[in-house]
């Protein structure tokens, strides 16, 4: 996965040239939708809080608690399939080798357990901490395991003989966590020193450091290409609760994800691309991350009251999640009913669209006029929905940079379309549009408009008053005159008319010095339009020739819409053997991608 772009420096500027530019503005969080799933499965099976769950396959999972047990744990059949005592104190972490079938286990009484995972006996305790051992991790081939702890140790054991290795002593480092690399290499630590910390595999050694964090860092977790690690926060009353993205060879903070409210106490990857992340928190939620957004896309209701210890992937679907009451929660994502999605007034990215990587599984019949509450937004994604109004209080984001509608069913605008005065890339290609409020050509940020595929009869004089626009697309639709005040344009680079029913171009065009007309016709600029005034081979040879045919026949009558609705009044000026077309259908459809979006 490409990152190299997406996690550029954060900007405050608002330029919107290019739509996939939001990913660098300074969001905050933040969201891209919430959906919300009931718990298929609910089980208390501890009497006390679960610590931390683990993942053996898809149907089953290992959890330790405070009250000093592991328990095996079938999701097919709802069932404990086993459970081990032995601890004398909290069980902190769960681990397990897959390779030599063994349940490994540490407590808050300094050892670390070792259990056969299909007879449940004890196979060796290993001693070597001072304190209460709080991260273990099996190397890929199970043959190492590392251990750390609040004693300030990160012990390298031999699982074959239960011997040390390797202990590294750093003052202050209270571990919080650790993982293995999955090609071995490395292993990354998080501790309450608010550093994470990396340590060279072959030589057992600590060889850098990242940059120190504000807030405690309690848990880790390594991309399966080994190029991203991600680490939690803890946080309480609206400040920390994060989830850091690094990149791991710069030793870079690429993104900080906010949403939780409180101590996020895990994280993983939910994928091998990295492209998701799912996370629990002291909060009571479970929260999914769309990485490539930079956002939420997904909180699972977890029906909770109390705070969420440990999670797990199951597959890309399913998850697990401990609790602070012993209770074993399993999620599901499934975004058919979405809930809640403007429960977070201060989010800056809404975006439900079907097709994107991030978001709906169905689409939207209407938009809800709660929309209007999310006054902090700067970019709404909506296209490719069941759309055919939009509400009034869509109005009210007086904030909003990007608004992309295409792909809809809209016949109209609202009329307040206008006080989104900060409103700088509206997309609304794919829909039905007859006409366009007066209030749209108030938007005097507006830099790039697109109405392709719509049903536009004509253009209002209104348009020149949009002079900051630099991108203007008008692909197939109904158009027969282009007003004189298209002129005033002068910022404008990209103009698109192709595909309408233009008789004749005014010759306000030739003003526009920035507008590259002859290299950018094969683009289609002016295809499949019955020109004649200027003609098309006029039109083709650029703006230079369309000066010199109106110098030429500035005797010949400028048409306007009067006249092209009543053709026969008017032979003289145009070409009896050019046809309209039928009027009632749309002759070309373009259903547009990401990669067209500016």
């Known amino acids: 996965m490409n990152f190299g772009k997406l996690f550029g420096k954060k900007s405050k500027s608002k330029s919107t040239q290019n739509f996939n530019d939001h990913e660098k503005f300074d969001t905050g969080v933040k969201s891209s939708a919430q959906a919300r799933e009931r718990p298929p499965a609910r089980e208390r099976i501890h009497s006390e809080a679960i610590l931390n769950v683990y993942s053996i396959d898809g149907s089953t999972v290992v959890t330790g608690s405070q009250d000093r047990t592991l328990v095996l744990y079938d999701l097919l059949n709802h069932r404990i399939s086993r459970r081990w005592v032995g601890h004398e104190h909290d069980v902190m972490k769960v681990n397990y080798g897959r390779l030599i079938n063994l349940v490994v286990s540490a407590s808050r009484d300094r050892t670390i357990q070792l259990w056969n995972a299909n007879s449940g006996s004890p196979v060796q305790k290993l001693l070597g901490h001072d304190l209460v051992v709080t991260a273990i991790d099996f190397n890929p081939d199970n043959t190492v395991l590392v251990s750390g702890s609040r004693d300030n140790k990160v012990n390298f054991w031999d699982i074959k003989t239960g011997q040390i290795l390797k202990s590294i002593v750093i003052g202050r480092n209270l571990v919080t966590d650790a993982k293995w690399s999955h090609d071995g290499s490395f292993i990354t630590q998080?501790?309450?020193?608010?550093?994470?910390?990396?340590?060279?595999?072959?030589?057992?050694?600590?060889?850098?450091s990242f940059p120190k964090k504000q807030y405690?860092?309690?848990?880790?977790?390594?991309?399966?290409?080994?190029?991203?690690?991600?680490?939690?926060?803890?946080?309480?009353?609206?400040s920390g609760a994060e989830i850091s993205?690094?990149?791991?060879?710069?030793?870079?903070?690429?993104?900080?994800?906010?949403?939780?409210?409180?101590?996020?106490?895990?994280?993983?990857?939910?994928?091998?691309?990295?492209?998701?992340?799912?996370?629990?928190?002291?909060?009571?939620?479970?929260?999914?991350?769309?990485?490539?957004?930079?956002a939420m896309l997904a909180e699972l209701d977890v029906d909770n009251t109390t705070g969420l210890t440990s999670i797990c992937v199951m597959n890309a679907q399913k998850f697990a999640t401990s609790d602070l009451n012993g209770r074993l929660n399993i999620l599901q994502y499934d975004t058919r009913q979405l809930q809640d999605v403007f429960a977070y007034p201060d989010i800056s990215y809404l975006e439900l669209s079907p097709t994107r990587e991030a978001c709906l599984n169905f689409q939207l019949n209407e938009l809800p006029a709660a929309v209007g509450r999310l006054t902090e937004l700067r970019i709404l994604i909506l296209d490719t929905n069941n759309l055919h109004s939009l509400p009034d209080e869509l109005c009210n984001l007086r904030e909003l940079l990007i608004l992309v509608l295409s792909n809809n069913f809209l016949t109209t605008l609202p009329n307040a379309i206008g006080n989104l005065e900060q409103l700088e890339s509206l997309h609304l290609a794919n829909n039905r549009l007859r006409d366009l409020p007066a209030s749209l050509f108030q938007l005097k940020n507006l830099t790039f408009l697109d109405l392709t595929s719509n049903k536009l009869r004509q253009l209002p004089d209104e348009i020149g008053q949009l002079t900051e626009l630099q991108s203007l697309l008008l692909y197939d639709n109904r158009l027969r005159l282009l007003p004189d005040s298209i002129g005033m344009l002068k910022n404008l680079t990209t103009l698109w008319i192709g595909h309408n029913r233009l008789r004749t171009l005014p010759r306000t065009l030739t003003q526009l010095k920035q507008l590259d007309w002859k290299h950018n016709y094969s683009s289609t600029i002016l295809d499949d339009n019955p020109l004649v005034n200027p003609p098309i081979s006029v039109c083709r040879s650029g703006f230079a020739a369309i000066d010199k045919w109106h110098q030429k026949n500035s005797s010949v009558k400028p048409l306007n819409l009067h006249d092209i609705r009543k053709p026969n009044d008017v032979k003289q000026n145009i070409d009896t053997q050019s046809s309209i077309g039928d009027d009632t259908t749309s002759r070309f459809s373009v259903r547009i991608s990401t990669e067209f979006y500016p």
């Not at 101590?263 to 002291?282: E, H, P």
């Open 190 to 208: 998080t501790g309450e020193d608010k550093e994470i910390k990396m340590y060279d595999a072959r030589s057992m050694t600590q060889v850098v």
């Open 216 to 238: 405690i860092q309690l848990s880790c977790d390594i991309s399966h290409d080994n190029q991203y690690l991600i680490s939690t926060s803890n946080g309480f009353n609206g």
């Open 245 to 294: 993205l690094w990149d791991i060879r710069q030793r870079k903070l690429l993104f900080e994800f906010y949403g939780h409210r409180a101590t996020v106490n895990s994280a993983r990857f939910v994928d091998q691309t990295a492209s998701t992340i799912i996370s629990c928190s002291n909060d009571g939620r479970a929260i999914l991350w769309n990485v490539q957004r930079n």
